[in-house]
């Protein structure tokens, strides 16, 4: 018997003398989703992401790409997916974040970044990496801020300039309390409504208008579903989160997870650049297809309108947290 015990505890050391699978073993499909087509800049970054993945692994890792909601009917339940392991990656608004973590909600005020410079300020500084840290609260792994841009308001009826322009127009925004109070508190009448109900709703004429960036526009060629008016409100800056299955993270031996952490981070410069490069070709082609693009708004009076909800949801988000954020140098 003690011979047997003994010939047991030798195994044992050789398999932690052994310990796990090197990197060189390990392989994986991994699958990433998005809400938006294969033209929209998530998934021209998710590409390439998916190409230097495989470059870098030597075809070890692969990543699938699922774009236009394949894997899910929005969002918030391919966020539930994130969670639960049935998906690996993937590239979201905000919009329905803040129920999983709602530190990320601070991101979603009005008028809160002056320009792109100060957005990378915050979104790669302390504050940017506590925000992705806190999903980790919620069983996921937060790599990247990717970007979806500044969003603007469009609709059918007619041009905004001013806010009063935008009085009672019926507009569909994301699942997000920040955002439907602070056109709630503008005067419009904000509904919300998953992304890929929104061309139809359009169409049909169930809502007047909705508020994204150029890109998120132009790839669903929203001037088919009647939206002739498009106005630069740039009224929220709107991040895109790059997140990953703890699940699948965790399965990775440390040298691969360091390169798909190294390469998410890398990739969030790349995919800012490419939507910023090319926003102001968009807004010239749309005007091709017949869209009136109002750029000079004023945007003080949306500003304005907008502000009191700043002290609506000050028991959420502390004033020095806000200023902290306008102030970053």
């Not at 969002?75 to 999983?100: K, N, Y």
């Not at 009005?110 to 320009?115: E, R, S």
């Not at 919300?192 to 169930?206: I, N």
Request: charge should be positive; proline fraction near 5%.
């Amino acid at each position: 018997m003690k011979r047997v015990i003994m010939l047991g505890f030798a195994v044992l050391l050789v398999f932690a003398w052994i310990g796990p699978a090197p990197a060189a073993e390990y392989k994986a499909s991994l699958k990433l989703a998005s809400t938006q087509s294969m033209d929209h800049p998530y998934m021209v970054g998710a590409q390439k992401f998916a190409d230097l993945i495989k470059e870098r692994t030597n075809g070890r890792i692969t990543v699938k790409l699922y774009p236009s909601n394949q894997l899910g009917k929005g969002e918030r339940e391919m966020t539930e997916g994130i969670q639960q392991g049935a998906i690996d990656l993937l590239v979201t608004s905000t919009g329905p974040l803040g129920g999983f973590s709602p530190s990320i909600n601070i991101l979603d005020f009005p008028f809160l970044f002056k320009d792109f410079n100060h957005v990378d300020l915050v979104m790669d500084g302390p504050i940017g990496q506590k925000l992705l840290a806190d999903f980790g609260k919620a069983n996921i792994k937060a790599l990247a801020f990717w970007e979806n841009g500044f969003r603007n308001l469009t609709n059918a009826k007619g041009p905004v300039k001013k806010v009063e322009d935008g009085k009672g127009l019926k507009i569909r925004t994301m699942e997000n309390k920040v955002h439907l109070a602070a056109w709630k508190t503008a005067g419009l009448n904000p509904t919300p409504m998953a992304w890929g109900e929104v061309f139809t709703a359009l169409q049909q004429k169930v809502i007047d208008g909705q508020e994204n960036p150029i890109a998120v526009f132009y790839s669903a060629k929203l001037w088919d579903a009647g939206q002739k008016h498009f106005s630069l409100t740039q009224h929220v800056y709107s991040p895109s989160p790059f997140l990953m299955s703890p699940k699948a993270f965790n399965a990775m031996p440390k040298e691969d997870q360091q390169i798909i952490m190294k390469t998410g981070l890398e990739m969030a410069k790349f995919q800012r650049k490419f939507n910023r490069d090319g926003e102001e070709a968009k807004l010239q082609d749309m005007t091709k297809q017949g869209v009136t693009v109002t750029r000079d708004v004023d945007k003080e009076s949306f500003k304005k309108a907008m502000a009191p909800i700043y002290e609506q949801f000050k028991d959420q988000f502390s004033k020095a947290e806000i200023e902290t954020i306008m102030n970053a140098k």
